[in-house]
């Protein structure tokens, strides 16, 4: 057939054979096709239908693909190609390890997909330590490096895999693809197999993702779905790190986890990255650091990767760029931090179901508890048939039926049965059911030295130790359910200590990209042509900023806009104000006086933007055109200036000149008009003294679940902290730091202690002093260090049993071992030692062995004194050069164009004289 004679047509051809397909529900792979047949060509020109051909074809080709390929199946949680490996190692099975090379061969029999699909699937199961006991290189998890040659690795089943994939008896089984062997449909797996490995694939229309769980968690939630308690089950990845399962989902389609690497601090320049995320290597998360850095989103000097055995990736810092912002960084901008997208997709009857991860486990527990049952029904079967036929042997040779005239002078094979039959049926209560011909004809096959041996009492032994496995295999079927408890819990007891969570499960705050990314371009306006952008070097430079940050711009004549950065960007002239906008930024406050209309009145508003649209146009004014700004600040912490208004002199006006403090403004929303500052055309408004904020402290607050500050009331509230002000962090370890309250600062999971910094604090401290070894009693203040320091010496091996800040703490001490005699001493740490500095050693308790040591509530308060309000502070500078300082007569002189009869430095020389 050429390609010619090949064309997709409508209409029904001539002379040909067909047969109308037959569309069956679902995807079933019980050997049977759909029911399109080729059509048969005769001598004639013929047409075929090429789009029936693609249509039933292509059905075919997804649902193997589906059901043989990608997608693992919910009962033993294997795809096709590793259930086919478990088969081959387990008949291949001696004790000891077995070439790869070897079992690919061996697993050709039944997988007709070539042997390198079989040799990925194999190392793949060698790489996740649970089924397969690997020797040689098997490559690596955290680097990617792949596994050596067939030739050179080796493997055998796990204990594990012995204990809970394989059973023959209870195993259904089908003839592999050539008919020349048989392989199971399924394992007969006693474990949630799929869930503790997890599995990925891509199929034909859907893809199936099951992330891994923990090992030791799905044996306690296999446990309590059969006591009928809720459970809850969290992923768990071999290559660790941080995960946030807040969308999680129970695993269902549509959920999502975010998941992130461990980075520490090993000092101020340098971080170092312990575990990564689950699907990434140390190679590409080293990639994806140098292209951040080569975008400008971070700024390092170099990456070392040292991983070998465990992930090690140190990131050096450039000179000047903060470490906490860093870690902030490679969260948003590298692979340090990915989100995944489970899909639960297995293979049930015969079709693809999306379940969720506790739907799995449920039908996984109910199989394991079908399984243990048929196990013991066969095993039951089989001490039964024991039982009976070591009763006839019993009774067949202590009976001496085989000396019998009628059974030694039998004619032929069915006398002598009929009459060991008929022997027997005095003895029928004995057996615990009728005896047949095949058991007499298996009596006929003992030989005479087994008879001349037999022992009555081993006999009548062994008959009562069938009968009491029969009632111990009897009680388990009637308590199946405990009997598959203690399946679990056995198996948690004998593996689970090999299988510890290695990914530590917490909640993540949400990284703003533009608070994180480093300022790699200066931006630059061109007042004369109306043109901002980066690109522009020859112009007027005002500020640094990022590529994804965006811009304010307010214009002279009140409107504003934002926009984002580029590299040149015609936004008009008469550009006021111009910087890098912050969103939902609330402390920026802008102050501003604008007159409304050409000869309208003034007036003074304090506003913040905390979010608008994009390129979208806004006015400070109410609209009326002709009007202007005629004073504009932008404050970071909502300060509050005084400002001087000068009025055009006018008859009969008696102010000219007076001053505003911004202060006594409120701050309003933008599209407020503000309050009026004057009716009088205004000639000019400068500044006359800076002020302090007007919003008070900021208000800090300690979240635990994310180790991170927030302004959002989230934790515990640290107090309110002005500029100058600094928190207290107390580690268990004994180490102590303070820090700024900037949000970007991360902190260790062993606080014990932190709040804002008091210098006059008195802290009283138990240890034991791991040289001295002895209980040890201190009290002393901490110093404001952003290097870490420690209050309890420099061994390791000391232990903090007591830390409070209480002014007057009592200490209770219990003695123990030799001395557990002794009346428990109750100390006054006040009275007992003096305050000293933190380096000090302290004063021993006691030099008897001490037991339990805890604070008793104190008894002395310290006297309750009222503290001082704390003034507000106007920052003076009439130095400044932006300060209007000069008298009235001077502004009057400027208005009327009067020139003055003597020169400044006259001027000095006469106050210098006064």
Not at 171 to 188: A, M
Request: hydrophobic share 35%; charged share 30%.
């Amino acid at each position: 057939m050429f390609p010619e004679d090949i064309i997709d047509d409508i209409g029904e051809p001539e002379n040909l054979e067909y047969e109308e397909p037959v569309m069956e529900e679902g995807l079933e792979n019980d050997g049977a096709h759909s029911g399109y047949k080729v059509p048969v060509k005769d001598a004639g020109d013929n047409q075929l239908h090429l789009s029936g051909m693609f249509q039933h074809w292509f059905m075919d080709y997804a649902s193997y693909v589906i059901l043989e390929r990608a997608v693992p199946h919910i009962t033993d949680g294997l795809k096709p190609v590793q259930r086919r490996i478990m088969h081959s190692m387990k008949r291949m099975d001696d004790g000891r390890y077995n070439k790869v090379a070897n079992i690919i061969g061996h697993t050709m029999q039944f997988h007709p997909h070539g042997d390198a699909s079989i040799g990925d699937a194999l190392v793949q199961l060698g790489q996740k330590d649970l089924l397969v006991d690997c020797q040689g290189n098997w490559g690596n998890v955290f680097t990617g490096d792949g596994a050596a040659a067939a030739r050179y690795i080796e493997a055998r089943l796990s204990k594990f895999a012995l204990e809970t994939l394989f059973n023959p008896k209870t195993t259904e089984w089908k003839p592999s693809y050539d008919g020349r062997n048989k392989e199971p449909v399924t394992l007969p797996v006693k474990f949630p197999l799929l869930l503790v490995q997890g599995a990925e694939g891509i199929a034909v229309g859907l893809s199936s993702k099951v992330l891994p769980h923990n090992f030791n968690e799905l044996c306690d939630a296999a446990v309590a779905h059969l006591q009928g308690e809720k459970f809850t089950l969290y992923p768990d990845f071999q290559t660790g790190g941080y995960i946030d399962v807040g969308k999680y989902n129970d695993g269902e389609r549509g959920g999502s986890v975010k998941v992130r690497a461990k980075i520490s601090k090993l000092d101020n320049k340098t971080l170092v990255i312990n575990d990564i995320p689950y699907g990434r290597t140390s190679s590409s998360v080293v990639e994806s650091i140098l292209r951040a850095n080569e975008k400008g989103k971070i700024k390092i000097r170099k990456v070392d990767d040292i991983t070998a055995q465990n992930v090690e990736i140190h990131v050096h810092l450039a000179p000047g760029v903060s470490s906490d912002k860093t870690i902030d960084a490679l969260y948003a901008f590298t692979d340090c931090e990915i989100s995944i997208s489970p899909n639960c997709c297995v293979i049930e009857e015969n079709k693809p179901y999306f379940l969720t991860v506790s739907r799995i486990l449920e039908d996984t527990t109910e199989n394991t508890l079908g399984l243990l049952k048929l196990e013991l029904e066969i095993k039951k079967s089989e001490l039964e048939e024991s039982l009976h036929f070591s009763s006839l042997e019993k009774i067949f040779i202590e009976e001496r039926i085989y000396k019998d005239k009628e059974f030694e002078n039998a004619a032929n094979m069915d006398a002598a049965v009929e009459h060991t039959g008929k022997r027997l049926d005095k003895f029928a209560m004995l057996f615990i059911r009728e005896v047949t011909r095949e058991d007499i004809m298996k009596l006929m096959e003992i030989k005479m030295g087994r008879i001349l041996k037999f022992n009555s009492d081993k006999a009548d032994e062994l008959i009562a130790r069938h009968k009491e496995e029969i009632e111990e295999i009897k009680h388990n079927i009637e308590n199946i359910v405990d009997y598959t408890v203690s399946w679990y819990v056995m198996l948690k007891e004998k593996y689970g200590k090999n299988y510890p969570r290695k990914t530590e499960i917490r909640s993540f705050d949400t990284i703003e990209a533009t608070k994180v990314v480093e300022a790699n371009e200066k931006l630059y306006i061109n007042r004369e042509e109306g043109f901002i952008g980066t690109a522009l070097k020859k112009d007027e430079y005002v500020c640094n900023c990022s590529d994804i940050d965006d811009v304010i711009i307010f214009y002279k004549d009140g409107k504003y806009k934002i926009v984002k950065v580029s590299d040149k960007m015609f936004v008009g002239k008469n550009v006021l104000y111009l910087y890098v906008f912050r969103r939902n930024d609330a402390r920026t406050i802008y102050n501003v006086v604008y007159r409304h209309g050409k000869h309208g009145p003034g007036y003074i508003k304090r506003f913040a933007v905390t979010g608008i649209t994009r390129d979208k146009e806004y006015d400070v004014t109410q609209g009326e055109e002709g009007s202007r700004v005629m004073y504009f600040s932008a404050n970071p912490n909502g300060e509050a200036e005084t400002i001087r208004v000068i009025l055009k002199p006018k008859p009969r006006q008696k102010i000219l000149v007076f001053e505003k403090d911004f202060s006594d403004i409120a701050i309003k929303g933008r599209q407020s008009m503000g309050n009026i500052l004057t009716k009088a055309e205004m000639h000019k408004i400068s500044l006359k003294q800076k002020g302090g904020s007007t919003l008070g402290g900021r208000k800090v607050w300690f979240d635990r679940d994310v180790l991170r500050l927030n302004y959002d009331g989230r934790g515990k509230f640290l107090g309110e902290f002005q500029s100058d002000d600094r928190i207290l962090v107390v580690n268990k370890n004994g180490e102590f730091y303070t820090s700024n309250f900037d949000l970007s600062n991360h902190y260790e999971a062993d606080i014990i202690r932190i709040e804002k910094f008091d210098a006059n604090k008195t802290w009283t401290a138990v240890l034991f002093d791991a040289d001295q070894q002895f209980m040890y009693l201190k009290r002393f203040t901490f110093e404001a260090s952003a290097k870490k320091q420690n209050f309890m010496g420099e061994n390791r091996e000391s232990k903090l049993q007591i830390l409070t800040d209480t002014v007057y703490p009592r200490i209770q001490v219990t003695f123990g071992g030799r001395d557990s005699y002794r009346e428990a001493l109750v100390i006054d740490a006040d009275e007992f030692i003096a305050v000293k500095g933190y380096k000090a050693k302290g004063k021993r308790l006691s030099t008897f062995e001490t037991g339990e040591i805890k604070e008793l509530e104190p008894v002395r308060f310290p006297e309750v004194t009222a503290e001082e309000d704390r003034k507000f502070e106007v920052q003076i500078d009439d130095d400044d050069d932006e300060a209007d300082n000069r008298s009235i007569s001077e502004i009057i002189d400027e208005i009327t164009g009067q020139k003055s009869l003597f020169d400044e430095d006259d001027k000095d020389d006469e106050e210098d004289e006064e």
